[in-house]
C-alpha cells in the first residue's frame, strides 16, 4: 500500500513539476513576444523604450477622436519632412485611410494603441529622437537665468570672442574661437564662481530688489545664454571687408574710410538688421517642432554632458551595456581627439591629404585630375584621416544623414559634369585649373583688375576692352550655375512641399502684430503643439514690434553711414538688400532647419547688385552686404532662439543677451579694425604676425569683378557664361519633376529620402574644395545615422552628439595650442609624410592646354558687342 501511494506522489510531483516547467515556458514565450512587440513598437516609432514608457502614461488618457485629428494634421506637415520616420507615416496613412476604424474600433485596438503613443510622443516630447536624446521635455520655470554670474561671463567672452576673431581675422591662417570652446572655458569659471563667491545680495541700478550675487549651483540655462552671447558677438561686421578695400592704398585709397564713425555706423547697420527679420521668423523657424536645427543639437548636447550626471545603462555596440556619463564620454573622446590631431595637422600631414592614387604617378596629369585631393576632383574611396576634413563641410554625427547623402551625391554628380566641361575645353577652361576659384585673364594669368578700372575704381571700358575678359576654372563656372539653379530651387521646393506651414505661420504672425488676445504669448498657434511651446508660454514672449523697431533702427543707422560720406552709392541699397533677404529668408530657413544645410546669397547679391550699380564695386559691396549678410545672420539669429527655446531660456533674457553681446562685439570689432588699420605694412608680403589679409584680398576681387566689371558682360546676352543661366529654370524643373515623382509613388521610402536642394548643394561645394572633402563624411554619416541609430537608439541618442560636439572641440583646442607653441616659433617637421601631400600635379596643378610665350586664347564670343556703360 505504501508503495501505491509513494508512486502516485511520485507521480504527482512528475505532473506538478511538468505543470510548472510548462508554466515557465509559456511565460517565458509570452515574455520573448512581449520584448518583440517593444522592439517593434520602438522601430515603428523611432522612439527608446523609456520614451515609450512615458508617452504610454499619456496615451491611456487620449480619445480616438482626439488622435484622428491629430495624425491628420501631423500627415499636413511631416509628409515631406525627411527626418520624421517613413515606417511610422506610413502607420499614419494606413490608420487614417482605414474608414472602419472609428465604426468598430474594438478590431483595431492594436493600431490605434500604437498611434495614440505616437500622439503622446508628439505632444509630450518631440516627433524627432535625436531631439529627444537631448532635449529635455521638462522645466522648472523659477531656474535663475538672468545672473550677475552669467552676465559678467557671458560679457567677458563676448569681448574675449570679438577681440581675438577680429585680430586674427587678416592673418593667414585664420584664428578663430568659436562657440563651444567658449561653453567649455564658461563651465570652469561658473563652477569657481558657484564655489568661492560669496552668497550675498547686491543692489544693481534700475533694479528694485537686490540681486544674489552667487545664486548656488551653476546651472545649464545660466551656461546657455553665455554661450548664445558668445556665439552672437563671434560673428564679425561684414563692413570690416568694405573698410579694407577702401583704405588700403593698393586697392580703393579712399582714407575717409579711416574714420571710427563711418566705421561704427555701417557696422551697427549690418550687425544688428539680422535681428529685425530673425524676429518676425520665429513663427516659422523656431515655433515649429519640424524645425529641428541639428547644429544647435551638438550645443545642447554638449550643455547636457557638463551638466547632467546621467549614468544609465543602455544598451550599445558589441552587446555592451553602456554606464558611462556624457560628461566622462566627453572627456575621454575629447582627450583622444586632441592628441589625435596633432598627426594631420603637424607631424603627419599626409594623413590629412590622403591622395594615394596619385602617389602612382605624381605628374600623371589624367590620374590627378580625378583623384588629386588639392587640385583635382577628389574622386577617392580613402581620402582623409583626419576628422577637420571629414567635417569640414557636413559634420556627419551633426547633420540629418539623408543630407550628407545627398549632398555627397550631389558632388558626384556634379564633378562628372565638371570633368565634361574642362577635357571639351569649353570656355577655354583646358587652360586653366580644373579647381580654382581664382579668376584668370586670356594669357591664363590672374586678371589684373586694375588694368579695366579708372583712378576711382570705377569701370573703364576702354581699357577693359584693351585687356581681357574674365575667365573661370571648369569647376567654377558649373558652381555658378549650381548657383543659379539652387536659388530658384529652394523657393519653389518650399512652396510645394511646405505650403500648410508656410500659410499656418503667416496667420500666426499676423495675430501676433495685431497683438489679439491669446497671441502675446509669442507661440505659434498651430493646430497642435508639442511640449517644448507649452513649456516656453510660462515665460513673458518679445513681442514683434520690438524686432521691428530694432530693424528700423539698423536701417536708419546703414543709411547713414552710407550718406554721410561720399561713397557714391545710393542708401537705397540697403532696403534693396532687405527686400532680397525678406523674398529667401524664410525659404532658405526652413531647409537649413530641416536638412543642417544653409545656403547663402551671397553670389544672387553679387550678381543682382552689380546690375543695378554696374560700374561701381562699392556700391555693390554695400548691396551685397546688406543682401547677403541680413540673411546670414537672420538665420544665425533664428538658430540661437531655437537653442532658447529647447533649453526653456526666458525669450526676453535671450534678446537681451543676444542685443548686449552684439553691441559688444560692434564695437569691440569696431576698435580692433581701427588699431589694425594703423600696423606697419598690414596686407603686404612684409606684414607682421603674417596679417596678410587673405579675406580682404579675395573681397576686394570679387567686388571689382561683379562691381566693376559687372555679370552683364559675364552672364549677359554677349557674355561667355550666358548659357550658366539656365540654372534658374533647371532648379525649378528638377525640384518639380521629384515633386510630381512623389505624387505618383507616394508610398516610396527611396523617392521620401531625396531632397534636391542638398543635391544641388553638393554642386556649388566646389572650388576650393575636392569631393574628398564630402565623401569622407558618407561612412561616417552611415555608421551613426544608419547602422548605430537602427540597433542602438538609446546609445546613440546619449553619445552620437556628444561625439560631435568633444571631436569638433578636441581639434579646436589641439589646433591652437599647436598655433601658439611650435608652429608660431616656426618648428617644422621636414620628412616624407609632411612633404609627400605637395608633389607632383598636387604641388603645382596641371592643364590640359598650355600657351606658348606671348600666346593667349581667345572667346568664341565676339568682344565687339560687349556695351559700353
Known sequence: MSEKRAAEAASKEEAVSAGGEKAEMLASVKSAESADNIHALETHLDATEDDLREAKEMAASMTLENVIAMMKNVVAIHDGDPNFPHVTLEKIKEFLANDDIPIHPEKHAAIIQELK?????????????????????????????????????????????????????????????????????????????????????????????????????????????????????????????????QVLPQYFDQQYARSFAYVLLNALGTNFIGYGLAGLTRRF?????????????????????????????????????????????????????????????????????????????????????????????????????????????????????????????????????????????????????????????????LYNVSRAIDERGFYNHDAYMDYSAPYIGAANAMVYGFFFAVYSAVVVHVALYHRYEMVTGFRSLIRGFRMKKGAADGTAKREYEDVHNRLMAAYPEVSEWWYFGTLVISVVLGVLGIALWPTFTS?????????????????????????????????????????????????????????????????????????????????????????????????????????????????????????????????????????????????????????????????????????????????????????????????????????????????????????????????????NFVLSASFSAGVAISALVMLFTVQWMGVTVDWWGNSQAAVGCEAKACVLKTLAPGERFFPWWDASKVPAP
Open 117 to 245: 503613443i505616437e500622439a503622446a510622443l508628439i505632444t509630450n516630447n518631440s516627433p524627432y529622437a535625436e531631439v529627444r536624446g537631448v532635449v529635455s521635455n521638462h522645466d522648472d520655470p523659477t531656474t535663475p537665468v538672468s545672473t550677475i554670474r552669467a552676465w559678467t561671463i557671458g560679457v567677458l567672452f563676448s569681448v574675449l570672442l570679438a577681440f581675438i576673431n577680429q585680430l586674427f581675422s587678416i592673418r593667414l591662417p585664420y584664428i578663430r574661437f568659436d562657440t563651444n570652446i567658449a561653453q567649455l572655458l564658461a563651465y570652469p569659471l561658473g563652477k569657481a564662481w558657484e564655489r568661492w563667491m560669496p552668497r550675498v545680495s547686491v543692489k544693481i541700478p534700475f533694479v528694485s530688489q537686490p540681486v544674489p550675487l552667487n545664486p548656488g549651483r551653476f546651472n545649464k540655462k545660466e551656461h546657455m545664454l553665455i554661450a548664445i552671447m558668445a556665439n552672437t558677438s563671434k560673428s564679425l561686421p561684414y563692413t570690416a571687408y568694405i573698410v579694407w578695400v
Open 285 to 445: 523657424l523656431v515655433y515649429p517642432s519640424y524645425c529641428v536645427w541639428p547644429t544647435s543639437l551638438v550645443t545642447i548636447a554638449l550643455n547636457s554632458s557638463l551638466h547632467d550626471e546621467d549614468s544609465t545603462s543602455v544598451l550599445g555596440p558589441w552587446r555592451r551595456t553602456w554606464s558611462m556619463t556624457r560628461y566622462k564620454f566627453f572627456l575621454i573622446t575629447f582627450s583622444g581627439m586632441f592628441l589625435y590631431f596633432w598627426l594631420p595637422n603637424y607631424l603627419f600631414t599626409v594623413l590629412s591629404y590622403f591622395s594615394w592614387i596619385t602617389w602612382i604617378a605624381p605628374n600623371h596629369r589624367d590620374l590627378n585630375i580625378v583623384a588629386g585631393f588639392n587640385n583635382g576632383l577628389g574622386f577617392n574611396p580613402l581620402p582623409t584621416f583626419d576628422w577637420n576634413v571629414v567635417a569640414s563641410v557636413i559634420d556627419p554625427l551633426m547633420v540629418p544623414s539623408f543630407s550628407t547623402f545627398n549632398t555627397a551625391a550631389g558632388m558626384f554628380l556634379s564633378g562628372l559634369i565638371a570633368l565634361g566641361i574642362w577635357y571639351t575645353n569649353s570656355w577655354n577652361t583646358g587652360y586653366l585649373p580644373i579647381i580654382t576659384n581664382r579668376t584668370f585673364d586670356h594669357f591664363g594669368k
Open 571 to 799: 542708401p537705397a541699397v540697403v532696403l534693396y538688400g532687405i527686400l532680397l533677404c525678406i523674398i529667401f529668408v524664410i525659404p532658405i530657413g526652413v531647409v537649413a532647419a530641416m536638412t543642417g544645410i544653409e545656403i547663402t546669397l551671397n553670389v544672387l547679391a553679387e550678381f543682382i547688385g552689380g546690375m543695378i550699380v554696374e560700374g561701381n564695386a562699392l556700391a555693390m559691396n554695400f548691396f551685397k552686404s546688406y543682401g547677403y549678410v541680413t540673411c546670414a545672420q537672420a538665420l544665425s539669429f533664428a538658430n540661437d532662439l531655437k537653442v532658447a527655446h529647447y533649453l526653456k531660456l526666458p525669450p526676453r533674457v535671450t534678446f537681451s543677451g543676444q542685443m548686449v553681446a552684439t553691441l559688444i562685439s560692434t564695437f569691440v570689432c569696431s576698435g580692433v579694425l581701427k588699431f589694425q588699420m594703423d600696423i606697419k605694412d598690414v596686407c603686404t608680403p612684409d606684414a607682421p604676425m603674417r596679417f596678410y589679409c587673405p579675406g580682404p584680398n579675395t573681397f576686394f576681387t570679387a567686388s571689382l569683378l561683379w562691381g566693376t566689371v559687372g555679370p552683364l558682360k559675364v552672364f549677359g546676352i554677349n557674355g561667355q557664361y550666358k548659357w550658366l543661366l539656365l540654372g534658374f529654370p533647371l532648379g525649378i524643373l528638377v525640384v518639380v519633376f521629384f515633386w510630381a515623382l512623389r505624387l505618383k509613388f507616394p508610398h516610396s521610402r527611396a523617392l521620401r529620402q531625396v531632397h534636391i536642394i542638398p543635391v544641388l548643394y553638393g554642386g556649388i561645394i566646389w572650388t576650393p574644395l575636392s569631393f574628398s572633402y564630402v565623401w569622407g563624411a558618407v561612412p561616417f554619416a552611415w555608421v551613426s545615422w544608419i547602422y548605430i541609430r537602427g540597433r542602438y537608439l538609446a546609445f546613440w541618442s546619449k553619445y
